[in-house]
């Protein structure tokens, strides 16, 4: 497993942008599919965006298909979501997850073995 550490969060207004970066401890980071899953209060934790080992495939959920970017840079053992033409519902803690060489990208939590521990995003109207 790797350690994940996340930051970038914060308050924003809508219609501004914010970049969350994750850096993953160890030496095999190209190895991890990464990933981005978000959980506001009263709500499970659902999938944002993921980027795969390898070759580098993105995947998006529906809600911020157009308006998230995730991206990786193996050489600094960090994944990137940049997040512009933020909206209200976009609040809540972000997380940052790992899993090793995984291929089939079923945007669950289940299928991702590392998180790191969480950074508020909050968007104001």
């Known amino acids: 497993q790797v350690q994940l550490v996340e930051s970038g969060g914060g308050l924003v207004q809508a219609g501004g942008s914010l970049r969350l970066s994750c850096a993953a401890s160890?030496?095999?980071?190209?190895?991890?599919?990464m990933a981005w899953f978000r959980q506001a209060p009263g709500k499970e934790r659902e999938f944002v965006a993921a980027?795969?080992?390898?070759?580098?495939?993105?995947y998006y959920a529906d809600s911020v298909k157009g308006r998230f970017t995730i991206s990786r840079d193996n050489a600094k053992n960090t994944v990137y979501l940049q997040m512009n033409s933020l909206k209200p519902e976009d609040t809540a803690v972000y997380y940052c997850a790992a899993e090793f060489k995984l291929s089939l990208i079923r945007q669950t939590a289940i299928d991702f073995g590392s998180w790191g521990q969480g950074t508020q995003v909050t968007v104001s109207s």
């Open positions: 160890g030496r095999t980071f190209s190895t991890y599919t």
């Open positions: 980027i795969k080992w390898a070759i580098s495939s993105t």
